[in-house]
């Protein structure tokens, strides 16, 4: 049983699971049942995720000095 089923899981706790899920299904050892249980899971999951990554990038913009979006440099770290 996944934390999904549960209660709502934190982004790494969902991350983790919606993994566990990717492999099941990809194993090819499920039935074509098992295989869209485990698939509608995945996608309660993947939004679960989708909105803790909303909800972070929200709070980064409130806390940024400026409050404008700016786009991430990786050749200055």
Do not use: Y
């Not at 090819?28 to 972070?56: I, P, T, W, Y």
């Not at 786009?71 to 770290?77: A, G, K, M, P, T």
Request: overall charge negative.
């Amino acid at each position: 049983m996944t934390s999904i089923d549960t209660e709502k899981p934190d982004f790494e706790t969902a991350m983790a699971d919606l993994e566990v899920l990717v492999s099941k299904i990809e194993s090819g050892n499920l039935s074509l049942e098992e295989s869209l249980k485990e698939f509608e899971k995945g996608v309660k999951l993947s939004r679960v995720c989708q909105a803790a990554l909303k909800d972070a990038e929200h709070r980064v913009k409130i806390l940024s000095e400026d409050g404008e979006e700016n786009d991430f440099d990786d050749s200055s770290v």
